[in-house]
């Protein structure tokens, strides 16, 4: 069925964002004089926790520290992270723009649902689409708006109100167990391009399940679960 709107998921489904926060969090640690360091074996694990902030008390408390600021320290990791973006080449996943473009000419409404900070999503889109996220996404929910972030539906129910269409005539895009579940129980068919960190996630439920948005017969397995998807061509053009 022709989907009425697409619901996006920005960190590991826009663009591979999440190795560009795992060094904005360390240089951050570094200046504020703390010795933790997120290497990339254990990050797959910690972003289990969504949401920066989040993730820095979860750890924070897994290591026994109490005394710290965490909306500053935070504060800075998103200062950080937006100099990295500036300064990084960095490119959308393939077929992403391609999709966007032709919903854009069908005009099918397209919104964005994250639990990342608001900014990172506006340095994003203007590094790689151009211009101002309200400009291609008719809404755009992040973490400063919801209490629960994903696997909490929240995000995905504000978005689905903002643009009064119902859940089942909508597609979301994801790539992380988390999202998936968050997208599935507001309700809305999920599509998942599994990403660096979630490779090995459980995706049960997803509608489908793809490499990527570009590249047909992509064969993804994860957990024991084998999808052969024939489809993209951006999504066989919106069907
Ligand atoms: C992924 C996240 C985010 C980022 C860090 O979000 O969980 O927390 O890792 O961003 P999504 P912040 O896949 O929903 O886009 O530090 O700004 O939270
Ligand atoms: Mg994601």
Same mark, same amino acid.
């Given at each position: 069925m022709r989907p009425a709107a697409l619901i996006f998921d920005v960190d @590991? #489904? =826009? &663009?591979?964002?999440e190795e560009l926060h795992r060094r904005a969090f360390n240089a951050a640690f570094k200046e504020a004089g703390l010795n933790w360091v997120w290497d990339c074996s254990s990050y797959g694990d910690f972003l %289990?926790? #969504?949401g920066g902030k989040e993730r820095i008390a979860a750890y924070a408390n897994s290591v026994g520290t109490? &005394?710290? $600021?965490i909306s500053t320290l935070h504060r800075r990791k998103t200062e950080i992270y937006r100099a990295m973006m500036a300064s990084t080449k960095l490119e959308l996943r393939p077929g992403v723009k391609r999709l966007i473009d032709i919903a854009y000419k069908q005009s099918i409404r397209m919104a964005i649902a994250t639990t990342t900070t608001r900014s990172n999503v506006d340095a994003l889109i203007a590094a790689t689409? @151009? @211009? %101002?996220v309200e400009n291609w996404f008719s809404s755009v929910r992040c973490g400063? $708006?919801?209490t629960h972030k994903k696997p909490h539906p929240e995000v995905y129910e504000r978005v689905l109100r903002d643009l009064s269409i119902p859940p089942d005539q909508c597609w979301a895009f994801e790539d992380s167990r988390m999202g998936l579940q968050a997208a599935l129980a507001a309700g809305v068919p999920t599509v998942v391009t599994p990403s660096l960190y979630t490779q090995t996630d459980d995706f049960s439920g997803a509608t489908l399940i793809l490499r $990527? =948005?570009? #590249?047909?017969?992509s064969a993804v397995v994860s957990r024991g679960q084998a999808q052969l998807a024939a489809v993209p061509g951006p999504l066989l053009a919106l069907l």
């Amino acid at each position: 069925m022709r989907p009425a709107a697409l619901i996006f998921d920005v960190d @590991g #489904t =826009l &663009a591979e964002t999440e190795e560009l926060h795992r060094r904005a969090f360390n240089a951050a640690f570094k200046e504020a004089g703390l010795n933790w360091v997120w290497d990339c074996s254990s990050y797959g694990d910690f972003l %289990r926790t #969504t949401g920066g902030k989040e993730r820095i008390a979860a750890y924070a408390n897994s290591v026994g520290t109490k &005394a710290i $600021d965490i909306s500053t320290l935070h504060r800075r990791k998103t200062e950080i992270y937006r100099a990295m973006m500036a300064s990084t080449k960095l490119e959308l996943r393939p077929g992403v723009k391609r999709l966007i473009d032709i919903a854009y000419k069908q005009s099918i409404r397209m919104a964005i649902a994250t639990t990342t900070t608001r900014s990172n999503v506006d340095a994003l889109i203007a590094a790689t689409l @151009g @211009g %101002r996220v309200e400009n291609w996404f008719s809404s755009v929910r992040c973490g400063e $708006d919801v209490t629960h972030k994903k696997p909490h539906p929240e995000v995905y129910e504000r978005v689905l109100r903002d643009l009064s269409i119902p859940p089942d005539q909508c597609w979301a895009f994801e790539d992380s167990r988390m999202g998936l579940q968050a997208a599935l129980a507001a309700g809305v068919p999920t599509v998942v391009t599994p990403s660096l960190y979630t490779q090995t996630d459980d995706f049960s439920g997803a509608t489908l399940i793809l490499r $990527d =948005l570009a #590249t047909p017969y992509s064969a993804v397995v994860s957990r024991g679960q084998a999808q052969l998807a024939a489809v993209p061509g951006p999504l066989l053009a919106l069907l």
